[in-house]
């Protein structure tokens, strides 16, 4: 089985736009540990939680704001959870010590310079990336991508894949908008030069695609709401 590591963008914003008439949800698994009490201990404010899937295996999502910046609450995150802060990287995902089940925390850079948030995973059982599945079928698969990581909201109708794409981040912002324009999406956010993250809709839908340079190619992050 390969670990889970991927670096994503900020999606904090977009995730409470997608989920903000949600109804409070809490779901009780077996897990031991208390993931949500150390990401509470370093300034964490719970905005979201609820019931998922993700690589097909039941879980729990809790989404965290914080109000500083991304570096600053993974370290501290790290540190609390007994990893090597050192290792942090803006973005990472970030695998959780055995006690704490089977657990990963995203930390994001927020959508403003001087926030952060956090998506903590608690899973039923452990994950597997060869699981992972594009889990959009009225969007192509962009060419070169390989999904790590998807997860699956049905109460909220949220999707979310993460993947690796081959090419550079700006080229694979261009791929995934191409991608989503000739399936009938418009972009709804303003173009730029350097474009990480854009949003996109399709009738009721909306779609957002984050994007980050990895040493090689680059990571993928795509998020679709349906009303």
């Given at each position: 089985?390969?670990?889970?590591r991927?670096?994503?963008?900020?999606i904090?914003s977009?995730?409470l736009?997608f989920?903000a008439?949600?109804t409070?949800?809490?779901v009780?698994?077996k897990?031991s540990?208390?993931?949500?009490?150390?990401?509470?201990?370093?300034?964490?404010?719970r905005v979201y939680?609820g019931?998922?899937?993700?690589?097909?295996v039941?879980?729990?999502i809790?989404?965290?704001?914080?109000k500083?910046l991304?570096?600053?609450?993974?370290?501290s995150l790290?540190k609390?959870?007994?990893?090597?802060?050192?290792?942090?990287r803006?973005?990472?995902?970030?695998?959780?010590?055995?006690k704490?089940?089977?657990?990963?925390v995203?930390?994001?850079?927020?959508?403003?310079?001087?926030?952060?948030?956090?998506i903590?995973?608690?899973?039923e059982?452990?994950l597997?990336v060869e699981?992972?599945?594009w889990?959009?079928?009225?969007i192509?698969?962009?060419?070169g991508?390989?999904?790590?990581?998807?997860v699956?909201?049905?109460k909220s109708r949220?999707?979310?894949?993460?993947?690796?794409?081959?090419?550079?981040?700006?080229?694979?912002?261009?791929?995934m908008?191409?991608?989503?324009?000739?399936?009938?999406?418009?972009?709804a956010?303003?173009a730029?030069?350097n474009l990480?993250?854009?949003?996109f809709?399709n009738?009721n839908d909306?779609a957002t695609?984050?994007?980050?340079p990895r040493?090689?190619?680059?990571?993928?992050?795509?998020?679709?709401?349906?009303?």
């Amino acid at each position: 089985m390969k670990t889970l590591r991927t670096p994503v963008v900020g999606i904090l914003s977009v995730l409470l736009l997608f989920c903000a008439v949600q109804t409070w949800a809490d779901v009780f698994l077996k897990i031991s540990g208390n993931s949500s009490a150390v990401i509470e201990s370093v300034g964490g404010s719970r905005v979201y939680g609820g019931p998922v899937k993700v690589n097909g295996v039941e879980a729990k999502i809790e989404v965290y704001a914080f109000k500083e910046l991304s570096e600053t609450v993974g370290r501290s995150l790290l540190k609390r959870f007994g990893l090597d802060a050192g290792r942090m990287r803006e973005g990472a995902l970030v695998k959780l010590p055995p006690k704490f089940g089977h657990a990963w925390v995203f930390i994001l850079p927020g959508m403003t310079g001087d926030a952060s948030s956090a998506i903590l995973i608690e899973a039923e059982s452990a994950l597997s990336v060869e699981s992972a599945q594009w889990i959009f079928p009225d969007i192509p698969p962009p060419p070169g991508f390989t999904p790590e990581f998807s997860v699956s909201d049905a109460k909220s109708r949220m999707d979310l894949c993460i993947g690796a794409s081959e090419t550079q981040a700006g080229v694979s912002m261009q791929v995934m908008a191409g991608v989503l324009t000739r399936a009938g999406w418009t972009l709804a956010t303003p173009a730029g030069k350097n474009l990480s993250s854009a949003l996109f809709a399709n009738g009721n839908d909306v779609a957002t695609v984050s994007v980050i340079p990895r040493e090689t190619g680059s990571s993928v992050l795509v998020m679709k709401s349906s009303k």
